[in-house]
């Protein structure tokens, strides 16, 4: 059974401070994705990355994609109060039957 | 701005009920996605459909559950009897083509809780 697992599973910090959330499996995918999502809405997806080693940003916000394509971190620089959310990976495998899963989800709080 | 929208938005019923829950997707995307949310497991996809047909409904209990497209601007996810283990928010998504690269959009939800 793959498994997307993120730690850490809850981070409350200061605005301004940096974090780090990390998107781990033993699987090998297609590509993955992160998202967040607020309270009473669906997962907006932030970005997707393909390539193992590669590396996007956006914004304030820096993905990258592990040389294996198992794992995945998302850092954000100088965390502000709209960065609150829960932020999810996903990927998606394409060997044999499409999968695609969900990560277990980091829920962030950013402190004024 | 074109918006997957999901009715009905809370639904609260009794155990061993049957719940319909419906999904308008973007006009023009051809797969559409269900999906569940718990907070003990998740968002776990419970299938998909590419241009109306199922793809897979693998996640899904099958003996209660019953996902169908009518036509390209309906989806709908059935569960009879429904269970108080059914509670949860339930997502669908919709995307322009392929599941393995194109953008899923997400609505709303359904929040489903039965007693």
């Known amino acids: 059974t793959q498994l997307l697992e993120q730690s850490p599973q809850f981070l409350s910090i200061q605005e301004g401070e940096n974090l780090t959330v990390y998107c781990n499996s033993s699987?090998?995918?297609?590509?993955l994705q992160w998202y967040r999502q607020e309270p009473g809405e669906g997962p907006v997806l932030l970005v997707t990355v393909v390539t193992g080693g590669e590396v996007k940003k956006l914004k304030r916000l820096t993905f990258q994609f592990g040389d294996a394509r198992k794992d995945s971190s998302l850092h954000i620089t100088a965390a502000q109060t709209g960065d609150t959310g829960l932020y999810l990976c996903?990927?998606?495998?394409?060997?044999?039957?499409?999968?695609?899963?969900f990560g277990t989800g980091t829920r962030l709080k950013v402190l004024a | 701005d074109a918006r997957v929208t999901q009715t009905p938005r809370d639904k609260v019923t009794e155990m061993g009920q049957e719940v319909t829950m419906r999904c308008q997707p973007i006009l023009g995307h051809n797969t559409v996605f269900w999906y569940r949310q718990t907070m003990m497991q998740g968002l776990e996809l419970l299938a998909y459909f590419r241009n109306r047909a199922p793809l897979d409904d693998s996640g899904m209990p099958k003996d209660r559950f019953s996902a169908e497209m009518p036509d390209a601007t309906l989806a709908t996810l059935k569960i009879q009897p429904s269970e108080p283990r059914d509670s949860a928010v339930y997502f669908c998504?919709?995307?322009?083509?392929?599941?393995?690269?194109?953008?899923?959009?997400f609505g709303p939800g359904t929040r489903l809780t039965v007693l």
């Open positions: 996903a990927g998606g495998s394409t060997s044999g039957t499409y999968k695609y899963i």
């Open positions: 998504a919709s995307a322009r083509g392929s599941p393995f690269t194109d953008t899923q959009y």
């Open positions: 699987s090998v995918f297609s590509s």
